[in-house]
């Protein structure tokens, strides 16, 4: 166990649903990740929050709304979805070492594998 | 941006053999290149990694390299075995920033 945990682990959903995933780290960690996997792409990240504040969105689209309500927790709420968002989506963290330093390892958890119908 | 890019995208080797994965990257910046596993159904797992400041690192039967002229970092797995069969995946770390590259689907043949 690496200390990152997601749930659900399989979800499926029709278009006009709303839905959140969870994650939730143990590790002591300052950093959340949202990455999404799939055969095109396999590793992108979506969003990245450091200290609970987002610093990163890698041009997502608005139906993936991020929340970070503290730096062990990290969901991600889902709504009118496209079958092409089908996906398994890792949450990771990492002990970021401060301003102009290299992220540290990313610890990934076990991931949603997302379908949309 | 960060580019990586990854070769092979597949590559095939008989146990007991070495395999070469290899990466290059745009962004100078980058200084953190890590190394993940991701067997199948799995979630990715470090394997090893390397900073701007090293150009080699090893661990048991895994090796990376960095050449920051050229901007590129190879892994080198030797003595291989069924169970280095997974994907394997490279990055470049700029400000906490991780860009990767698209994977290599290693097969390990006994």
């Known amino acids: 166990e690496t200390g990152v945990t997601q749930t659900p682990r399989h979800l499926v959903m029709g278009m006009t649903n709303k839905k959140s995933l969870k994650c939730e780290q143990h590790?002591?960690?300052?950093?959340m990740y949202w990455y999404k996997q799939s055969a095109k792409k396999p590793l992108e990240l979506m969003f990245v929050?450091?200290?609970?504040?987002?610093?990163e969105n890698n041009s997502v689209p608005s139906r993936f709304s991020p929340e970070c309500p503290n730096s062990s927790h990290l969901f991600l709420h889902l709504h009118t979805l496209q079958p092409e968002d089908s996906a398994l989506y890792l949450c990771?963290?990492?002990?970021?070492?401060?301003?102009?330093?290299?992220?540290?390892?990313?610890?990934f958890g076990s991931g949603t594998q997302l379908s949309v119908l | 941006g960060e580019n990586v890019e990854q070769h092979p995208s597949t590559l095939s080797v008989q146990e007991g053999d070495s395999a070469v994965i290899k990466c290059t990257y745009s962004?100078?910046?980058?200084?953190?290149f890590p190394w993940y596993k991701q067997e199948l159904g799995k979630r990715p797992q470090l394997i090893i990694d390397?900073?701007?400041?090293?150009g080699e690192k090893k661990d048991q039967r895994i090796a990376v390299t960095l050449n920051k002229t050229a901007k590129h970092f190879s892994l080198h797995i030797t003595e291989t075995q069924p169970e280095d069969s997974a994907v394997y995946f490279c990055?470049?770390?700029?400000?906490?920033?991780?860009?990767f590259g698209d994977g290599t689907t290693l097969t390990v043949k006994p």
């Open positions: 590790l002591g960690h300052n950093a």
């Open positions: 390397i900073r701007s400041n090293v």
């Open positions: 990055a470049a770390t700029d400000a906490g920033k991780s860009t």
């Open positions: 929050y450091n200290f609970k504040e987002q610093t």
């Open positions: 990771a963290s990492s002990q970021v070492l401060g301003q102009g330093r290299a992220e540290e390892k990313l610890f």
């Open positions: 962004d100078s910046a980058s200084n953190y």
